[in-house]
T-cell receptor, first 111, second 113 residues
């Protein structure tokens, strides 16, 4: 079964707007990662946040983590058409080397 | 580095045939994962290896699926016999135990007719 669940399943926004998506997970984690998948391609790592961190930034990306609620959010600011992709959260519970992925959020940025 | 290399990129086969998917991980990475992606089930972890040893194959759907990693630079996922419900995109990913992010290949799109 999947560890993470993203919300919403799909998101359509205008270029320049912000996109926010959420991820909930079930068990304790060492870290949570976000990946992007462009159509027909493999997943690409975007950003990682450790369990003892609450917020992290990378360029136009902002990730938050609330371990008490077992949830994370990914914010993409000033979206561009090139941000059109599916975004997945993945949890690393550690010790067993596994990365478990959620179902993903499909983001469409309209020009 | 060329990244994780998978072959073939596309495979169309008839039901009942044997299918072998191949993966070359990034040099130096000691963990390797096989995932399957479908619209219905999303991204499923099938099996992962650490230092060429299978650690957990609980995600392998059934005995028709098998995976091997004979050395640090090569892994195969075999389906025998294949069925139409095996149609999916199969991804291989690798990572270094000193880092936490995984690097994915471009995937193999398998169609079983």
């Amino acid at each position: 079964s999947q560890q993470g669940e993203e919300d919403p399943q799909a998101l359509s926004i205008q270029e320049g707007e912000n996109a926010t998506m959420n991820c909930s997970y079930k068990t304790s984690i060492n870290n949570l990662q976000w990946y992007r998948q462009n159509s027909g391609r493999g997943l690409v790592h975007l950003i990682l946040i450790r369990s003892n961190e609450r917020e992290k930034h990378s360029g136009r990306l902002r990730v938050t983590l609330d371990t008490s609620k077992k949830s994370s959010s990914l914010l993409i600011t000033a979206s561009r058409a090139a941000d059109t992709a599916s975004y997945f959260c993945a949890t690393d519970a550690g010790g067993d080397y596994k990365l478990s992925f959620g179902a993903g959020t499909t983001v469409t940025v309209r020009a | 580095d060329a990244g994780v290399i998978q072959s073939p990129r596309h495979e169309v086969t008839e039901m009942g045939q044997e299918v072998t998917l191949r993966c070359k991980p990034i040099s130096g990475h000691n963990s390797l994962f096989w995932y399957r992606q479908t619209m219905m089930r999303g991204l499923e972890l099938l099996i992962y290896f650490n230092n060429n040893v299978p650690i957990d194959d609980s995600g392998m759907p059934e005995d028709r699926f098998s995976a091997k990693m004979p050395n640090a630079s090569f892994s195969t996922l075999k389906i025998q016999p294949s069925e139409p419900r095996d149609s999916a995109v199969y991804f291989c990913a690798s990572k270094d135990s000193w880092r936490t992010e995984a690097f994915f290949g471009q995937g193999t799109r398998l169609t079983v007719v």
